[in-house]
């Protein structure tokens, strides 16, 4: 009798680290496939940064249009995740992309991005944290504050 309780003791053991291994790999598959969309979207997001005042609001729908593609790849993959860090990307992706949806014709590119600022950088801060929960932190790179001090070791002024 035992042997037998035993057995299925093991027996259910093995089925849970199974099934443990098996959400496992699920998990790292989609935190891979996160790492892939996250890349895209920081590209993205680096070329709505770099446009300048004299961009037409064309030029600004044209590159949010592609962060919200992109942005939507990133929430599929961060929401399959299933994490606190992984829930709080995709709510900030989520408010961004409302926000670039409702962005006026006739605003002027600097109140646009003016406007999505503030979404950006939470975008930004959030993808950061799940990008080193997944284990990819090269795909959303640290944003240093202006008046933050540069990161242990490096020299704010190289020249002295």
């Not at 996160?34 to 446009?51: E, G, V």
């Not at 299933?82 to 409302?98: A, I």
């Amino acid at each position: 009798m035992k042997q037998v309780r035993m057995g299925a003791l093991v027996a259910g053991l093995l089925a849970i680290a199974g099934m443990s291994t098996y959400a496992r790999a699920d998990t790292k598959q989609h935190q891979e496939k996160y790492c892939a969309a996250l890349s895209a979207l920081r590209d993205d997001i680096t070329k709505l940064d770099a446009l300048g005042t004299n961009a037409t609001v064309k030029e600004l729908r044209t590159a949010t249009d592609q962060i919200q593609k992109d942005a939507d790849s990133v929430q599929k993959e961060a929401g399959k995740i299933g994490t606190p860090t992984s829930k709080q990307f995709v709510d900030s992706t989520k408010k961004l992309s409302n926000e670039a949806r409702s962005l006026s014709d006739d605003m002027t590119v600097a109140q646009a991005q003016s406007k999505l600022a503030g979404d950006i950088q939470s975008v930004k801060k959030n993808a950061q944290a799940l990008a080193d929960e997944s284990g990819c932190p090269e795909a959303m790179p640290k944003t240093q504050d202006k008046g933050s001090p540069p990161p242990a070791g490096q020299n704010p002024n190289p020249s002295k």
